[in-house]
C-alpha cells in the first residue's frame, strides 16, 4: 500500500491510495466495539483554508444535516484521538463532509477538508472505511484518489474508487485494455465507481496513470 492512506481494521485490506499507508489490526477494532477505548467527545480539527473552499466550494456550506449520522461515524473511527487516527485524516473536520454516491455499488464516499489539504473516504462492504488525504498541488498531479480491492483470497475483480474532483477539474477516465474510455461521474466534487476491472485497465486522474489490474493481484482474470 502507498503513504498516507489510513484504513480502519474492519476495512478490506486491499486499499491502495495516491501515496504508502497504514494497515489497523483486527484485534484494535475489536477493543473499539467493546468500548475498551476511551476518548473525549470532541474531536481537534484543523481549520479550513480558504483556498480549499475556493477549489472546493461545497466545504462554504456549513456543516450537512443530511450527512449529520455519516459525520459522527467518520469521526469516531477516522477522527483524533480515535487509535485508529493518522495523519491529517485524524484531524480532519468532519463536521463539513460530504456524501457521494459510488455508482454500481451501495456503498458511499465522502469528502472532507483537513487545513490546506482535502481528504476523500471510502466506505467499505464490512462497514470500515479507507481514506486519504493529499494538498490541492497533489490533487492537480493526479493523487487525489482512493481505491479499494477484493481481500486476498477473494475471486472477485471489483475494484472500488473515488477521486477528489475540485471545481474547474475534469473528471476522471477509465481506459480498458481493449481501448473503451469510460468517463466517471462527478457527484459532489468526487467521482466514485465500482468498477469490473480486466487486466490492462487504467484510471486516468488528470496527468497521472494508474493500472487498475494492480488492485487485484493473483485474482485477476
Known sequence: MKRNTVLTASCALAAIAGSAGVALAAAQQDRLERGAVERP???????????????????????SVADAASQRSLRDQLGAPSEFAHGRVGVAD???????????????????????????????????????CHTLRAISEGKGWVALGPGPKSSSTSVTVA????????????ERADGAVRRLDVDGAIAAAALSVREGD???????????????GDSKP
Do not use: H, I, M
Not at 477521486?163 to 477509465?174: D, K, N, Q, T
Not at 486516468?204 to 488492485?215: M, Y
Open 163 to 174: 477521486v477528489l474532483v475540485p471545481a474547474g477539474g475534469e473528471a476522471p477516465v477509465v
Open 41 to 63: 467527545a470532541a474531536q481537534q480539527v484543523l481549520p479550513t483554508r480558504p483556498e480549499v473552499k475556493r477549489a472546493f466550494p461545497t466545504f462554504n456550506d456549513g456543516p
Open 202 to 216: 487504467s484510471l486516468v486522474v488528470g496527468p497521472a496513470k494508474v493500472r487498475l489490474d494492480a488492485f487485484v
Open 94 to 132: 468532519f463536521r463539513l463532509a460530504r456524501s457521494s454516491s459510488v455508482a454500481g455499488a451501495s456503498s458511499r464516499a465522502w469528502l472532507a477538508p483537513s487545513g490546506d489539504e482535502v481528504c476523500a473516504v471510502l466506505e467499505a462492504t464490512d462497514g470500515g472505511y479507507a481514506a486519504t
